[in-house]
């Protein structure tokens, strides 16, 4: 192994997210929520696999296609690192760490650590031991319960503190002679962190044994490696049949050539830290990485089997005798721990409407205030769902609060609000965002996006003197008045809690039944 210090970029690059106001505030004389404009683009997403659903926050992936990636070779690489550590300013400790919370990230991408906790990180003597000595760290206080195989240490200061930080942890080192036979047995994930990019020549004691070893293995535990699958030719990759067949890549800096051989289900790019000047000289094409995450999926996603697709729900008991008898304060209650959580626009809700042909439609909106008389969202009066609710004074709202495996469903009769509490909301709103109401003619066919561009553009000048921008006529909100609700709770075996809150005719009192799941 040549004992140059070899190194790869990762990056730290934080996403500079538009901030909007506090979801809510309460007035306590009226127990009303004021949900305040967001700012930030929406979207929802729902990523599902064979896991363990339990609380938990995740970036959700970008999808780039391998074709259009750059892919280095072992010079490219070498030459990339002496930059980074050169004249652009970077220790290797830097590096080391971005790279090992790049693989942590990317592990907690895919596998959940509900179902994969147990983790085994095999070490080698250089810079890839050492990227994952960092990512178990990670791991450990990602939830996982990581194990540390590490049989040729060095005395470097850089990675005796990093043993001392496992060490602290009570992150266990087991040696090779205790590792057991059947691997499957006692791990999860396996990470070979064995050899990287500058290795040459053909494995050694211990490791070649070690290697053989996780040739053998099924289908559990999944090997994660790092940058190059231990055994493969950096370029070649495993052009001797002699290396690892890896569930998970994680590439870093940018996939090395050996990586267009790699045919398992999950490969990543680690970090996000290429400094403009190294992508010019290298002609580098890296994709661009989702919010703050630090890795990126690329390549196709894995073929799934649509039916075989399911998750096991662990969540608190939803019980009678727990709930509250009010179904609105228990929708405040639930939203409040959805908001507390940090998820992702808590007030986005499934509005389903029907017209008068009894066509239904959905689509997805957002709540934008909620009490005792109803709940309350905006929209253009002349789109589809303003012209459903015209001519059927109904509709469905369907909250999903998928990290907290929690569902509430609200039933009832819709009328307009106010004009007067529309034209305060829409005047609350970013100026922006006012102008855009008027410009968006919601449902109708316009001949391009240049259009609605073109009209945003003329009206930002018209009113950039800060001049009152008038709401449209056809534009304001709507209350739905519940009768009923339904709140569900998603529980092991799919003996899932649902509680139903429903309103019989001349009685004002809410009647609290349990559904079957």
């Known amino acids: 192994m040549r004992s140059v210090i070899r190194r790869r970029v990762t990056t730290m690059i934080s996403a500079f997210l538009l901030q909007s106001p506090p979801l809510s505030s309460i007035s306590p004389k009226h127990h009303q929520y004021s949900l305040l404009p967001l700012t930030t683009q929406r979207f929802l997403t729902a ?50 760490e971005l790279a090992g919370l790049s693989v942590a990230t990317s592990v907690a991408e895919v596998y959940k650590p509900s179902e994969y906790s147990r983790v085994l990180a095999i070490c080698g003597p250089g810079n890839n031991g050492g990227d994952g000595l960092v990512a178990a760290r990670h791991l450990h206080h990602f939830g996982y319960k990581p194990s540390i195989c590490y049989p040729k240490r060095t005395s470097k200061p850089l990675y005796t503190g990093l043993v001392t930080q496992l060490e602290s942890l009570s992150v266990p080192f087991v040696s090779v002679d205790d590792l057991p036979e059947d691997l499957s047995k006692d791990f999860d994930v396996i990470i070979d962190a064995i050899f990287g990019f500058s290795f040459h020549g053909a494995p050694r004691p211990p490791f070649d044994d070690i290697i053989r070893r996780l040739q053998t293995l099924q289908k559990r535990p999944v090997i994660v490696s790092v940058d190059i699958p231990s055994g493969w030719h950096v370029e070649e990759g495993d052009h001797e049949g002699g290396g690892i067949k890896p569930d998970m890549l994680v590439s870093l800096t940018a996939p090395k050539l050996c990586a267009k051989s790699f045919s398992g289900p999950h490969h990543f790019l680690g970090g996000r830290f290429v400094p403009p000047s190294v992508a010019e000289k290298y002609k580098l094409e890296l994709p661009s990485y989702p919010g703050t995450s ?16 399911r998750v096991n729900y662990v969540s608190p008991e939803l019980l009678e005798d727990q709930v509250e008898s009010d179904p609105v304060l228990q929708f405040r209650k639930w939203f409040d721990e959805a908001v507390a959580a940090g998820l992702r626009e808590t007030n986005a809700m499934a509005l389903s409407t029907t017209s008068k042909d009894r066509k239904p439609s959905s689509r997805m909106v957002l709540l934008k205030g909620f009490d005792e008389n109803g709940f309350v969202w905006f929209t253009n009066y002349e789109s589809k769902k303003g012209s459903d609710l015209s001519e059927n004074p109904f509709a469905a709202l369907l909250f999903y609060w998928e990290d907290m495996n929690r569902q509430v469903r609200i039933e009832g009769p819709v009328e307009r609000i106010s004009e007067e509490e529309s034209e305060n909301y829409y005047h609350s709103r970013p100026r922006g965002s006012q102008i855009g109401a008027i410009v968006s003619k919601q449902s109708s066919v316009v001949p391009g996006r240049h259009v609605l561009y073109d009209e945003y553009e003329e009206l930002t000048k ?49 009647i609290i039944r349990r559904l079957a799941p």
């Open 294 to 309: 630090m890795c990126v999926r690329i390549g196709k996603p894995p073929k799934v089997d649509i039916s075989a697709m």
């Open 462 to 510: 018209k009113y950039s003197d800060g001049s009152v921008i008038p709401k449209p006529k056809n534009w304001g909100g709507f209350r739905l008045k519940p009768n009923l609700f339904e709140f569900w709770q998603g529980q092991p075996s799919r003996l899932h809690d649902r509680l139903q809150y429903s309103l019989q005719e001349g009685n004002p009192a809410w």
């Open 47 to 96: 990523s599902h696999s064979f896991r363990l659903r339990t609380f938990s926050t995740r970036s959700i992936p970008n999808m780039q296609d391998s074709a259009s990636v750059s892919y280095l070779s072992q010079r490219e690489a070498a030459e990339i690192d002496e930059t980074l550590m050169g004249p652009l300013g970077f220790s290797v400790d830097q590096l080391m």
